[in-house]
């Protein structure tokens, strides 16, 4: 949100806004039902070229991602984390902003959104660098919080190793646990519920299958950077963080989209020792 400050009226009292766990809240005027209608009428095509026989698929992914952003969000709550925003699909048109009330609920800081293009989904969390590049002044050394305050802190780079290693693995484990409940069911269901049934089950196994490689900005390169401060007791530098990311993405457009036989030969064997 930007506002703009009049020097010119002196005399009008800016309210405070107010804040939920140590970090400033949004103001009324992000909360509510927000339509993007460009994003939809773009986003409304391209699914209409890409799942126009396949609405059904498109449906279950999106239940599939839907699981999967919770089971961060989830996570993320558990262990106190203040989240900003869950997105299921990019491209997105329609957002929801709980109204903040006293005493409310936390899940009420989230803003809810929806986009078009079935590509995957994101949980956005409130970290302590990104709130000192909103206009905190960094400080010159690294801050160091001792259990107490690690726990009491609302900032997700803030949290102990562990904690970030659930949180970042939510979103997978959801996805198998969901899988796993599905498929000790599949015997059980209708004849008829089986085309339906099966495009979330088996989703759900390879979205955890695809999350999991140790690929960052994945999830599974979050787990190994956790892992790897769990083991030698220091975080990666920023730098070794970035760095991976630009990898990281560049290994994903070539993997899954130049590239696809190596992850579709890691699908087809995982999903072989089930069906």
């Not at 039902?33 to 009428?41: D, G, S, Y």
Request: hydrophobic fraction near 50%; charged fraction near 15%; include cysteine.
């Amino acid at each position: 949100m930007n506002e703009n400050e009049i020097d010119q009226l002196p005399a009008v009292e800016e309210t405070p806004t107010p804040s939920i766990d140590g970090v400033e809240a949004q103001t009324p005027s992000d909360e509510g039902l927000k339509f993007h209608w460009i994003q939809l009428l773009i986003g409304a095509a391209l699914c209409y070229f890409w799942f126009y026989r396949s609405w059904t698929s498109m449906l279950a992914l999106a239940l599939v991602v839907i699981i999967h952003e919770l089971g961060h969000v989830v996570m993320g709550k558990k262990f106190g984390c203040f989240i900003t925003e869950m997105q299921v699909f990019l491209l997105c048109f329609v957002s929801y902003k709980p109204k903040q009330v006293a005493g409310g609920s936390r899940w009420r800081d989230i803003t809810w959104s929806l986009g078009t293009l079935p590509l995957g989904g994101f949980t956005l969390f409130k970290s302590r660098q990104t709130q000192e590049a909103e206009g905190a002044e960094a400080e010159a050394e690294e801050l160091v919080l001792d259990d107490e305050e690690a726990a009491a802190s609302p900032y997700f780079d803030d949290k102990p190793a562990w904690q970030r290693l659930l949180i970042s693995a939510g979103g997978v484990l959801f996805n198998i646990a969901t899988f796993f409940i599905m498929y000790l069911a599949f015997p059980f269901i209708p004849y008829s519920w089986e085309q339906y049934w099966w495009a979330p089950m088996s989703l759900s196994l390879i979205l955890a299958v695809l999350n999991i490689l140790p690929i960052y900005p994945l999830d599974g390169g979050a787990i190994i950077f956790a892992c790897y401060e769990i083991a030698t007791g220091r975080k990666p530098s920023d730098q070794f963080i970035k760095t991976c990311g630009t990898i990281g993405f560049i290994l994903i457009i070539l993997f899954f989209w130049v590239f696809p036989g190596f992850i579709n030969d890691i699908l087809h064997n995982v999903l072989r020792v089930f069906f």
